[in-house]
């Protein structure tokens, strides 16, 4: 009954999690669980707070996206990172491999003609 906070403050109405604070009409409203974002019918997003009363639920979701952003772009940098670590370790000995094999082939040609 988040209804019960209408025309009180808005730290008083999210201290409950499922409500939401309307600052239009400083209304108290069950959070629309069915849809994710609050209809602009109901409250426009940048008039509606959810979680915390400073910010706004606009700000909210663009600052979420923008962390998520982050964290998605990091990983995949790790990703490509790593992979063009490794293609170059697995190369990097190879190329001694085939230094060291030459190497021996000319010292036993070497030693043949002796």
Known sequence: ACSVFSQRSCEECLKNVSC???YINNTCID????????????CSLSN???????????ALIIAI??????????????CCYCCYCRKRSRSGPDEEEEELARK??????QSLQR
Do not use: H, K, T
Not at 65 to 70: D, P, Q, Y
Not at 104 to 109: A, D, I, K, N, P
């Open 20 to 22: 939401l604070w309307c």
């Open 31 to 42: 959070y629309p669980v069915r849809s994710i974002l609050p209809p602009s019918s109901l």
């Open 48 to 58: 509606a707070r959810w979680g915390v009363c400073w910010m706004n639920f606009e």
């Open 65 to 78: 996206a923008v962390v998520a952003g982050l964290i998605l772009v990091s990983i995949a940098a790790c």
């Open 104 to 109: 021996r082939e000319e010292r036993r040609l």
